[in-house]
């Protein structure tokens, strides 16, 4: 079976900067590549941050986070990850993006090299077919924020060898997170079930069934719910959920996946979230805000 060690991230961001922490924590040797250097420092910033967190909590030891940070470099260009044994995209939620980074990545590699795709939505037999090694491709999808959540989904395309998905298994659990796998359908197991219940959350306040204080008040005093649905929408970002309930309407062909308009709204403005600053709460003060 193919040993993995080292590992390349393509893009940097909450996710890219997450898979690229607990795979050098768990001593892999890690490439992560972005557009610009200036997000790939932005990105290092953050995982120096997070690993800091976690020698404050006593989960890591101080050597731990130094040995985690020196094995991550960085690489502005596809190039530098000619060496990986593993490739996992993390860019934005686009096919058209994603299979440009495919047909470029894959000719720098070599043949033997696993590529993965950490898409939330997107078929992965469909984007394994856009690159030169569909028995080589495989979906792991982790979930946000990685360093805390224990599960990674594992989506076989139809070419996906057992080598691969074996090899991929392997990766996974060394990292120590829980595996479930899922066949190849729209938005897999976890957002399949969680998407219409946010988006149905989002129908709520559209139709003034209650405002943001009650729905996630609601949700977390009656359902026992960490987080309110409107709070979680904000912590992972209006547009990566509108896309993948866009995904889950076409892909599945059936209205009941239709994205709120209040949800379509909100992205037009530039409202993603907590990343923007605001989404259903404005996060610009002390403390967030219900922006209805
Ligand atoms: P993000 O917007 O935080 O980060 C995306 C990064 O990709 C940015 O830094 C961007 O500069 C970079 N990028 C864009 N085009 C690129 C290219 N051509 N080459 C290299 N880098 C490029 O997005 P995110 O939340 O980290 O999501 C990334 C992927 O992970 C998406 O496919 C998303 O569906 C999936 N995902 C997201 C979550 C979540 O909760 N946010 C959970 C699981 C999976």
């Known amino acids: ?14 996710m890219g900067n997450g898979i690229a922490h607990v795979a050098a924590l768990a001593g892999f040797d890690v490439v992560l590549n972005d557009l610009s250097a200036d997000r790939l420092k932005s990105a290092m910033a953050t995982i120096n941050g997070n690993l800091t967190r976690q020698v404050t909590k006593k989960t890591i030891t101080e050597d731990a986070h130094q040995k985690a940070l020196a094995r991550i470099t960085s690489s502005e260009s596809l190039e530098g990850l000619a060496g990986c044994d593993l490739v996992i995209e993390t860019a934005v939620e686009k096919e058209e993006v994603k299979r440009k980074i495919f047909h470029d990545v894959c000719a720098v590699l070599k043949p033997t090299a696993i590529v993965a795709s950490n898409t939330s939505s997107i078929s992965i037999t469909r984007l394994a077919a856009s690159t030169d090694r569909p028995e080589k491709f495989i979906g792991i999808h982790f979930m946000n924020p990685v360093p805390v959540m224990e599960l990674v989904e594992l ?16 990766f996974v659990a060394k990292m ?47 359902a026992h719910h960490p987080m309110g649905p409107l709070e979680l929408a904000d912590f992972i ?24 308009p209040l949800l379509v709204k909100y992205v037009e403005a530039g409202w993603l979230g907590r990343k923007s600053q605001r989404g259903f709460y404005d996060y610009r003060g002390d403390k967030p805000v219900p922006t209805r």
Request: proline letters at 3%; one cysteine or more; aromatic letters at 6%.
């Open 176 to 222: 120590g997170k829980q595996i479930a796998v899922s066949e190849d359908f729209p938005a897999f197991i976890v957002n399949r079930i969680l998407l219409p219940m946010i988006n149905e959350a989002i129908y709520t306040l559209y139709e003034g069934v209650g405002n943001v204080e009650a729905i996630d008040a609601a949700m977390k005093l009656g």
């Open 155 to 170: 989506i076989r395309g139809i070419a996906t060898d057992d080598e691969t998905f074996e090899a991929s298994r392997e």
């Open 237 to 260: 970002g209006l547009d990566t959920w509108l896309s993948i309930m866009q995904v889950l309407h076409e892909g599945l062909a059936d209205s009941k996946y239709r994205p709120c």
């Open 1 to 14: 079976m193919a040993t993995i060690k080292t590992v390349g991230v393509i893009g940097s961001g909450q």
